[in-house]
């Protein structure tokens, strides 16, 4: 499937694409548009949008788009869910709420900074996204574990 959403990622623009490719759709093609033309060009060319006005995965209350995705297409990993915790955090500035937060919206600045070309960015964010995945893995292991 296409999917499309707005230039120059960040945060939840590249979880949400980590998030599809790894548990929706692992054929998955990204296109990234200005945020003005995000709509006209999912219509005209058939592709899903995400995290953008007017989209319906898109930002709901205080979940972020990566959030909205997790509960739309009913995935109940628990390792992702901690993920999912951590994406919130920092997409939506509210970094004091997870202690991972800061750590993950600085990695986002500096690979926007190195790869200012949005699927360059992903393609080399992807690999921080599948090692944090990880990370959530063994904590929900250790917590499983410990319960």
């Not at 600045?109 to 990880?134: C, I, T």
Request: aromatic share 10%; with cysteine; hydrophobic share 45%.
């Amino acid at each position: 499937m296409l999917w499309i959403t707005r230039s120059h990622v960040h945060v939840d623009r590249v979880a949400c694409p980590w998030l599809i490719t790894r548990f929706i759709d692992s054929d998955a093609q990204f296109l990234f548009v200005p945020k003005s033309e995000v709509m006209a060009v999912a219509e005209r060319e058939g592709a899903i949008p995400f995290d953008t006005p007017g989209a319906g995965l898109n930002h709901d209350g205080d979940l972020c788009t990566f959030d909205v995705i997790i509960r739309n297409y009913n995935l109940t990993d628990r390792a992702l869910l901690r993920l999912a915790r951590i994406v919130n955090a920092a997409d939506t500035d509210r970094l004091d709420s997870d202690p991972l937060a800061a750590g993950l919206e600085a990695i986002a600045v500096g690979y926007s900074l190195r790869y200012p070309d949005d699927l360059q960015n992903l393609e080399h964010q992807f690999e921080v996204y599948d090692a944090l995945y990880a990370w959530c893995r063994l904590e929900v292991a250790k917590e499983k574990f410990l319960n």
